[in-house]
């Protein structure tokens, strides 16, 4: 790497300062704000607040109905992760392997990506739709009688499946991407010594792939536990009532639809905290087993 | 072991110019094949299309007898060494050399014996246990010539392996491997640009030139008697001299120069003359009598140590003569040309011209002498 030479030792601090002052704005200091706020009860019409230490903490750790949503979100985004993961990267093996035409598949299955998440929420609504709905259509010939909304479990299935596809594009661009970063000698030394185009995938592609994957499982698990607020959003309009909604999506709730901002800050704070432990977990016992060349 | 048999292989890609074009080559049991040519001269192709990872546009290649055209890479019982490696960076080098054994379900005690002796015969042992990136190129190259060697494959294909390396490795390596050849004495087809490594490796050698073949032969055979301007002016360093000259009668015109063949000549007319640098002499008082002198000028002197290559001009056409590093030098120098050492091409087409039963005779007998040697 070569070495420049400031004239000022304030300069680099200058050409930081731009993103310094974006990560200050917009995380540090609402992720202060939000430790803060989760030792008071504030007032709902906002003329003050109380300090309570740990009560909005143990409130919410306590609450049967926040306990069961965590315990959702867990399958939730456990789901979600899986089945973008795993699709992502059959789409990207088949998209590899194609030779003619192969720009056209790429493109079509990289748009999808390009869809906001409400606006795929919306499209997945009308999917799982009670009267055009083709999802509900499919699932009637098989004698499943869909209510998006009104069944808990229907309305999970079709979260599920919306969040999946929205993810699956931006898993098949890295995949893809990682497979053609692959050495060609590697895998024709690979079609040498292995007859079996299943077993060389799991035995000399996949291993070669683990850090694109290892990068993927961190930014899906984020995306299923955060970026998923938006299809969530769409399919249960606000009324959560008896739809299943993921932890995220209750701090907006009780935030900003109950004004219980105390509790719904200690609820983001464990979510962070949430977070915080499952990367560290990942990184202490996933990426030591992973080879990066 | 085995014969590989390339009978009328062409690769064409989809609409475009063929990349090899009818090619035929019997290779015997156990003998060291050498495809050499400038870049894309087709050879890299013909030996991913033995190998079978590029599909054969027409043709047939076999290998122990049996047609492999449509045959999985992995089922033609052949092993191969590429230019960069191809380790599987995720596995140990033992996990390497056993791959291909344990994906033929070879069994457990076997693969343990097959590795440790590639390993003692690589010296590879110290090394079993680590992954490629702590190894050095020239451990690497060894370690994917063991790939190939634990598989006991029916032919060994090399797609440029010693190119990666130093200069100084390159000449080890390709002692290591000639040795191992003889040693296994597995069927080899061995691809390289470099016309040092092709004399060197081969039994005998394929010369390549846009996707046809040039000549096939015994590497001496082929440095002494070029099918060819092309395969003359590739195989042997420096280049060998090409001219243009003229013939009239028994007299031969190089630019200024006049040289007497003094016996049937090959054509009459124009021609394109060879002769080798190092068979040229400074020309002194009392030159050869059967051998004429070209003036050459001088341009500039190389010093090899060994011997020194002038560069100069005969007439306004570039010769190199090679010297001994204790040779008089000067600005003008005549040099005197062995007529037996002389080589005709046509003009035209640039193929050979044979022209006396001297050089025929010649090459037969170092042909001989190559054959008793081994």
Known sequence: ?293 | MATIEIDKVSKIYHGGVPAVSEVDIQIDDGEFIVLVGPSGCGKSTLLRMVAGLETISSGTVKISGRVVNDVEPADRDIAMVFQNYALYPHMSVRENLAYGLKNRRTPKNEIEARVAEAARMLELGPYLDRKPRALSGGQRQRVAMGRAIVRHPSAFLFDEPLSNLDAKLRVSMRGEIKRLQRRVGTTSLYVTHDQLEAMTLADRLVVLNGGRIEQIGRPLDVYHAPASTFVASFIGSPAMNLVQGELHGSRLAIGPALIDLGQAVPTQGAVTVGFRAEDLQVATGGAAAHADTLPLSVDYVEELGSQRLVHGTVGDQAVTVALSSDAPLSGEMQVAVPLGRLHFFDAGTGRRLAWSTAETHRTTTTANLLETAR
């Open chain 1, 1 to 293: 790497m070569k070495r420049v030479q400031f004239s000022s030792p304030l300069l680099p601090y200058l050409f930081l300062a731009p993103q310094l002052a974006v990560i200050v704005i917009f995380f540090y200091w609402p992720s202060v704000r939000a430790i803060q706020s989760s030792f008071y009860l504030e007032d709902p019409f906002g003329f003050g607040s109380t300090f309570v230490g740990l009560d909005n903490y143990i409130g919410t750790l306590l609450n049967p109905e926040y306990l069961a949503i965590a315990r959702f979100t867990a399958i939730f985004t456990a789901l979600v992760t899986f089945f973008s993961l795993a699709l992502g990267l059959l789409l990207a093996v088949k998209a590899d392997a194609v030779i003619r035409g192969n720009a056209t598949y790429k493109t079509l299955l990289i748009s999808v990506y390009a869809i906001a998440p409400p606006v795929a929420g919306l499209i997945g609504m009308m999917f799982f739709d009670q009267h055009i709905g083709p999802f509900v259509k499919i699932a009637a010939f098989f004698g499943w009688e869909m209510k998006v909304g009104l069944s808990y479990f229907d309305t999970a299935f079709a979260m599920i499946v919306v969040a999946v596809w929205k993810q699956i594009p931006y898993n098949f661009i890295f995949f893809l991407s990682g497979l053609q970063g692959l050495p060609a000698s590697v895998r024709e030394a690979a079609a040498i010594d292995c007859r079996s185009s299943v077993k060389r995938f799991w035995t000399v592609i996949f291993p070669l792939l683990a850090p694109t994957a290892f990068f993927l499982l961190i930014i899906n698990v984020t995306y299923a536990l955060f970026d998923t607020f938006g299809v969530i959003d769409v399919m249960v309009k606000d009324k959560a009532a008896n739809n299943p909604i993921t932890l995220v999506y209750k701090v907006y709730m009780d935030g900003f639809r109950g004004n219980d901002i105390g509790g719904s800050s200690a609820q983001s704070v464990i979510l962070m905290i949430v977070v915080f432990v499952l990367t560290v977990l990942q990184f202490r016992f996933i990426e030591r087993r992973i080879h990066y060349t």
